[in-house]
């Protein structure tokens, strides 16, 4: 589902990871609470926290964020 054909493509992994991205960019800090972050997100898409999970962990696997030792979401660019 990181792109699909049978759905808006708003709604793909890829698209949600770079609104992500951008709320990471956005941020004066290195890292940011996990439920902080879907909220932010929120604000400009409508996301369920199961979508925005997905995506979270795709940019965890491409190498874009990380987890710190408090469990938030660290970006790692």
Avoid: R
Avoid at 13 to 27: F, K, N
Avoid at 51 to 77: E, Y
């Amino acid at each position: 589902m990181i792109i699909s054909k049978s759905t808006n493509p708003d709604n793909d992994l890829y698209v949600i990871g770079a609104h992500i991205i951008d709320i990471l960019q956005s941020t004066g800090e290195n890292s940011i609470d996990y439920f902080e972050l879907h909220q932010k997100l929120k604000v400009h898409v409508d996301v369920s926290m199961q979508i925005f999970s997905l995506s979270v962990s795709w940019l965890f696997l491409l190498g874009v964020v990380d987890k710190n030792d408090d469990g938030a979401i660290k970006k790692c660019f």
